[in-house]
């Protein structure tokens, strides 16, 4: 049962678009909600997380939009760049132990 | 410091055969998670190590699976008699107390192809 659902699987964005990946989750439970970013040959690294308390929250060229209610969050990647191509991947935090992880999203920024 | 490590960074065995793999967290981490990232796949927790704590197994697949910690730093991931569904990229990641809302760090991986 994936408690974490991601779309879309992949992706592909013109240089200087606007890239969204989002993800959906059931369990109300979840209270900590990050993005991860993996370059091929890499592991997975943090890039920005969110409380669902907060409906925004806004890094640089990166945001996530959260909709609690819908139980719903969203990346969204402004002015693209072929350096962002890499795999996305949303997580939920579980109770105290660990995190709970979407299918991930191949994206590629075509120049 | 130096970031999680992870060895092998690959390992070809034969079906039945057992693969140990190993992991390095970041010094004075005391929790440490291993994860299993299959083709096309998210993330799978296996297991998770806090400090002195008995480890939280619930993810491990099957009783072939298992991990140890050594003096609270080193972890061995253990997979006895592989199968070829075994295949896949093994990370592990640590943080520092193992809380929330902690990043974890992750390792480059293992990837693990069993013939």
């Known amino acids: 049962q994936q408690q974490v659902k991601q779309s879309p699987q992949s992706l592909i964005v013109q240089k200087g678009g606007i890239s969204i990946i989002n993800c959906a989750y059931e369990?109300?439970?979840?209270?900590?909600f990050p993005w991860y970013q993996q370059f091929p040959g890499k592991g997975p690294a943090l890039l920005i997380a969110i409380r669902p308390d907060v409906s925004e929250k806004k890094e640089g060229r990166f945001t996530i939009s959260f909709n609690k209610s819908a139980k719903q969050f969203s990346l969204h990647i402004m002015d693209s760049q072929p350096g962002d191509s890499a795999t996305y991947f949303c997580?939920?935090?579980?109770?105290?132990?660990?995190?709970?992880f979407g299918q991930g999203t191949r994206l590629t920024i075509n120049p | 410091g130096a970031g999680v490590s992870q060895s092998p960074s690959n390992k070809v065995t034969e079906k039945g055969k057992d693969v140990e793999l190993r992991c390095d967290p970041i010094s004075g981490h005391t929790a440490l998670y291993w994860y299993r990232q299959s083709l096309g796949q998210g993330l799978e927790f296996l297991i998770y190590?806090?400090?002195?704590?008995?480890?939280?197994k619930s993810g491990l697949p099957s009783d072939r699976f298992s991990a140890e910690r050594t003096g609270g730093s080193v972890s061995t991931l253990t997979i006895q008699r592989t199968q070829q569904e075994d295949s896949a990229v093994y990370l592990c990641a640590s943080s520092l107390v193992g809380q929330g809302e902690e990043t974890q760090y992750f390792g480059p991986g293992t990837r693990l192809l069993v013939l």
């Open positions: 190590f806090q400090g002195n704590s008995a480890p939280d």
């Open positions: 369990n109300t439970a979840f209270d900590y």
């Open positions: 997580a939920a935090w579980e109770g105290a132990q660990k995190l709970v």
